[in-house]
Nanobody, 119 residues
Framework: QVQLVESGGGLVQPGGSLRLSCAAS????????IGWFRQAPGKEREGIAC????????YYPQSVKGRFTISRDIAKNMVYLQMNSLKPEDTAVYYC????????????WGQGTQVTVSS
């Protein structure tokens, strides 16, 4: 069974940075697309980053483009989300996700990690 475990969330001031990590187990990253979603209180889940399985192509919505970067270390079976220039509206629970085909409706989700951006 696919397992994803996020870490690295916490409280950060506006303008600060955080790096989220996602440890993948029972499968190898190089055959899956993998990404990050987030859900803020009272809002729908939003896909914020995705990296392809074969060519490392990436996708970001406009809300985070230029501030967030997804990367993966296949040897360690780890995925990362570097978040810079954080804003209060980035406050949410962040989920690591994966699927064999697409990030749009991922089949597998981690348990989530809370990110709070506040002064």
């Amino acid at each position: 069974q696919v397992q994803l475990v996020e870490s690295g969330g916490g409280l950060v001031q506006p303008g600060g940075s955080l790096r989220l990590s996602c440890a993948a187990s029972t499968f190898t990253l190089d055959y899956y697309v993998i990404g990050w979603f987030r859900q803020a209180p009272g809002k729908e889940r939003e896909g914020i980053a995705c990296i392809g399985s074969s060519n490392d192509s990436t996708y970001y919505p406009q809300s985070v483009k230029g501030r967030f970067t997804i990367s993966r270390d296949i040897a360690k079976n780890m995925v990362y989300l570097q978040m810079n220039s954080l804003k209060p509206e980035d406050t949410a629970v962040y989920y690591c996700v994966t699927d064999l085909f697409s990030c749009s409706k991922p089949a597998y989700w981690g348990q989530g990690t809370q990110v709070t951006v506040s002064s």
